[in-house]
């Protein structure tokens, strides 16, 4: 999945007045999940990271199931909000800071992704996480999708398949987060970023006059 991280543990306005419970509580997932991990994850290290009662998450959600499912809804539209008020109208550089976006993430990104990895071989056996992932994965594929088919439109792009496309960079994305966590390759993340670089240099970006 197109795991969309952003500085969502340690933005302001959470708990300090200006955020609503549910952005305060998200928050603290957030910072709770880069502590302790999918695995040994418990509303109580949620509660330990909210500045209010344990009792008031359980008034939101009926169990960490159920808090992790919105969580996984939440980083999603975090997502969909930062990429609604870029600026950049240009098809290929908006496609680059997605990429960027996706590949790299803030200090706390590794450990973040290593408890997402951990809630997707969670998603193998519970439905209510993977149907949370299949969302937000299609989300991810429809945006890249969306913004290859806008540089086709517009003569910047060469006419590929903007389907296959949005899952062949996606699929390399995925795969890459995958072996920087499990294997610790610190390598790999510059790699792939450099191969999706020579791809739109070389492909989507070529002949796109013709």
Not at 18 to 29: D, L, N, P, V
Not at 41 to 67: C, G, N, P, R, W
Not at 178 to 192: F, Q, S, Y
Request: proline share 2%; charged share 30%; hydrophobic share 40%.
């Amino acid at each position: 999945m197109g795991d969309t991280t952003d500085e969502a543990g340690s933005a302001d306005g959470a708990e300090d007045g200006t955020g609503t419970e549910h952005e305060a509580i998200m928050r603290a997932t957030y910072r709770a999940l880069c502590r302790h991990g999918a695995v040994d994850l418990t509303v109580q290290s949620i509660a330990d990271e909210f500045e209010k009662s344990k009792s008031l998450i359980f008034y939101h959600y009926d169990s960490k199931e159920d808090l992790l499912s919105s969580f996984l809804g939440y980083l999603i539209a975090r997502f969909e909000t930062q990429v609604a008020v870029t600026e950049n109208d240009d098809p290929a550089e908006r496609l680059r800071e997605t990429i960027d976006a996706l590949v790299y993430g803030p200090d706390d990104h590794e450990a973040f992704q290593t408890a997402m990895l951990e809630l997707r071989s969670q998603a193998a056996h519970n439905e209510v996480y993977r149907e949370q992932f299949r969302t937000n994965d299609v989300y991810v594929l429809d945006l890249f999708e969306a913004m290859i088919e806008d540089g086709i439109e517009r003569g910047v792009f060469a006419p590929v398949d903007p389907e296959r496309t949005a899952t062949m960079l996606l699929t390399i994305i995925d795969g890459a987060r995958t072996r920087w966590v499990v294997l610790g390759d610190e390598a790999v993340l510059e790699t792939a970023h450099g191969l999706l670089e020579e791809y739109l240099e070389t492909t989507l970006y070529a002949d796109a006059d013709t």
